[in-house]
């Protein structure tokens, strides 16, 4: 079975529903991933928008949401982002914690929902960053999933 990341609202590289972004309740979509790796002692999630601030010409890659310490038995996250006790979070780049949903300036971005299998549980970072979290984990990482949906404000 191939490790993959899904959600029950958006088919990979599909629109994002507007109540998971701004334009919505700003919450998160439930998430589902299958196939872990027999290895995996942890799980990280991390969303990304490469396209910030116009597709046409990106200049950064916006970060959402991140999450690390995921059991490796999980199943997925239930819609609004609650997770298991045992999960750490890392700042965003609102500078906070916690899921922050779609919200583009211009044009159709993509935003990636990458969950990460590791063979260790990793240390309290506190409050990491993705860059952080990426170098913290860079040693530990035996799986990779992907999930991208897309979104455009309709204004």
Known sequence: MDFNI???EFEHNAAIPAQYTCEGADQAPPL???GVPAKAQSLVLIVDDPDAPDPAAPKRTWVHW???N???NSKGLPEGGAVPESALHGL???Q???YGGPCPPIGRHRYFFKLYALDAALPNLNQPTKLQLVEAMKPHVVGEAVLMGTYQKAR
Do not use: E
């Open 6 to 8: 899904s959600s029950t």
């Open 32 to 34: 589902q991933w299958r």
């Open 66 to 68: 991140v999450l690390y």
């Open 70 to 72: 995921l059991p490796a």
């Open 92 to 94: 965003n780049d609102w």
């Open 96 to 98: 906070r914690t916690g």
